[in-house]
């Protein structure tokens, strides 16, 4: 198969693109210097030029603070982006897998949420990637959305990463307390990718690491894998962490239609944890 990866050298893109690489397929990964996504005839070029059987569409605005200051932008992006891409793979007859979040969820359920729950997205990010998903879906009918949370993994940014780099050189760290979501690691994710597409059944999957845990747990547990015993975690409450964006205070995502279908739950975060720590986490 034909894999074209958008945000191909990101976080999760890198992951997936090394996935379906080693299943065999032949794989583009691009980022934003070699086609932006905001720009139709760019992205038309690209897609139409490779003529892929599935576009995995990982490139976003992902700076969540950003999208708050910067609507506009985070609209451009990950809204009309993502239908300039879908619109592209209708064109080429290929199927798209779009990334989307747990941030399209108010939190309020305090019970995991499914495929088949409300959307109701509490900020910029959440919103303008849940239109993205409305209008991917109205774009291109072979679409696939994929919802995740949390995401950790070698390349990039992410918020293990950001913990150890800050724990390494101060004796204590601040971390909110009240926020619960599902970590989930991407080399997991692309491996649930790659079975998702292996038939046309489109619509909308969640998938993520089994388990949840507030961002201070989440902290706790890596500190201990990474053996900096020493430093101390202090749990603090997201009113007292300056941020211009609210966002969920519970957004555990239950994988229910992969459930349904009798598909086998992502390992826990704590065991995905372990191993990207025993990896050696990158800086
Ligand atoms: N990180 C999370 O915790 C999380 C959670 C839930 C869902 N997601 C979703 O998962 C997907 C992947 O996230 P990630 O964390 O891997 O993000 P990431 O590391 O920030 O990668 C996103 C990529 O998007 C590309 N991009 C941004 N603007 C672009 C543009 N105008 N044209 C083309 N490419 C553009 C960037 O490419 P360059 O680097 O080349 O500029 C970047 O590599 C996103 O859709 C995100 O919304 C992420």
Redesign the pocket.
């Known amino acids: 198969m034909r894999v074209l990866v958008?945000?191909g050298?990101?976080?999760?893109?890198t992951a997936v693109c090394t996935c379906f690489s080693l299943l065999g397929h032949r794989v583009i990964a691009?980022?934003?210097?070699d086609?932006?996504?905001?720009n139709h005839s760019i992205t038309r070029s690209s897609i139409l030029g490779f003529k892929p059987d599935l576009v995995v569409h990982?490139?976003?605005?992902?700076d969540v603070d950003g999208c708050e200051l910067d609507p506009d932008t985070a609209y451009r992006?990950n809204s009309v982006?993502a239908w300039n891409v879908a619109s592209c793979c209708e064109e080429t007859g290929s199927r798209i897998l779009f990334?989307?979040?747990?941030y399209v969820f108010d939190g309020a359920k305090k019970a995991p949420y499914t495929e088949f729950d409300e959307t109701n997205p509490l900020g910029i990010y959440g919103r303008s990637?849940l239109l993205g998903e409305k209008l991917v879906r109205e774009a291109c009918p072979r679409c696939y959305v994929v919802r995740?949370?949390?995401?950790f993994g070698p390349k990039?940014?992410?918020f293990p990463k950001t913990m150890l780099k800050l724990a390494r050189t101060k004796p204590s760290v601040n971390v909110v307390a009240d926020q619960v979501g599902s970590p989930t690691y991407v080399d997991d994710l692309a491996l649930a990718i790659a079975d998702i597409v292996q038939v046309p059944m489109f619509g909308t999957y969640h998938v993520a690491n089994s388990g949840s845990c507030s961002w201070f747990e989440f902290t706790q547990t890596m500190l201990k894998l990474a053996g900096l015993n020493n430093v101390t975690v202090n749990p603090i409450s997201s009113a007292d962490w300056p941020s211009p964006t609210n966002r969920p205070a519970y957004s555990v995502l239950r994988p229910y239609v992969r459930e349904l279908q009798g598909k086998p739950l992502l390992r826990n975060w704590q065991l995905a944890l372990k191993e990207f720590v025993a990896k050696g986490i990158p800086e």
């Open positions: 958008t945000g050298h990101g976080l999760l893109g691009l980022g934003s210097a086609s932006d996504i905001t990982a490139a976003a605005m992902t992006v982006g990334i989307s979040t747990d990637k995740t949370s949390w995401l990039g940014k992410c």
